[in-house]
């Protein structure tokens, strides 16, 4: 956990607030993440903690740190977002896998879906090396979809103990719990997440060595040939695909090939452009030869074959943008 801020109220102005409360943006950010397992619902939560504390910043007394306050204002803006919606889940949550040849039922509401999130969005800028590897590996998917499993008071005491490092009086505190009713909460969350599969390999884009590099071309190339033998190459014989906003997840190397040369055919002339997405690295797929945003992809590694690819789909140009990603790719970058 970091030093605390502890600020004179008598000091405070429209400015140092304003400074202060841009500071903890993107920690706040993975925070509110974590708790609802949305990039937009997250972002939503950020800044109606912002409008929060502005509007109590009169009754800030100073004697707790400012972090410590606005972790409690998000906090509650989180409880009251999850009351008000059902649990998100991925495709494999649904219930068991399709056969690529099977037919496409309607895409279901984002607010079924985790989504994906930006890296920048929750990476502080000039953070320290351990703090952004910290980040990168609890906004990883496989964890995000784990924590939603929990109740909400359950999955906060988990972030702020096990993420954040807290200490479980400053827990306790924040949500008005004993020590411990923190400590017990927090045994049965470890519990539930120790059950869940999370022996899974990303490569993180900040330290990618060359074999790593290897695997990330291998991979673009094939997919941007639509190459069907190195396609074959890189994936696991088990390997497991879905493309949330739609219920469908396909399981077997052979299903993922049908599909990608059946109904997905449609993906043959795609651009892949590297992102930095959920502490890993990731692809924006551009159909159309580099003119139509269609997806941001997640594929995790299991040695030196993918084992899983998300498709997140873009629906209505907001997935790019939350990447900062152009809607189609500059003149220059089309392919002919």
Known sequence: MSEPTVIDPTTLTSDSVQRELESRRHELTGYCYRMLGSAADAEDAVQETFVRAWRGIDRFEGRA???T????????????ALAASQKRASPVDLGPSTTWDAPLHPPLPEATWITPIADAAVITPGSDP???A???ET??????VALQNLPPRQR????????????ASEVADLLH???AAVNSALQRARATIASSDLEVATLDPTTIDEASEELLARYLDAFERYDMDALTEILHEDATQSMPPYPMWLAGRDQLLGWMFGPGAGCLGSRLVPVQVNGQAGFAQYRDGGKTPWSIQVPVWRGDRVADITYFIE??????ASFGLPPQLPEAELSH
Do not use: H, M, P
Request: proline letters at 0%; aromatic letters at 12%; hydrophobic letters at 55%.
């Open 134 to 136: 910290q980040t990168r």
């Open 315 to 320: 629906t209505d140009g907001s997935l790019f």
């Open 130 to 132: 351990a703090a952004t």
């Open 177 to 179: 719990l004993s020590v």
């Open 139 to 144: 906004v990883r998917l496989a964890f995000v």
């Open 69 to 80: 306050w606005l972790y409690k204002i998000a906090s509650n803006v989180c409880f009251d």
């Open 156 to 167: 906060a005491i988990l972030i702020l103990r096990e993420v954040l490092g807290w200490q």
């Open 65 to 67: 740190a400012l972090r």
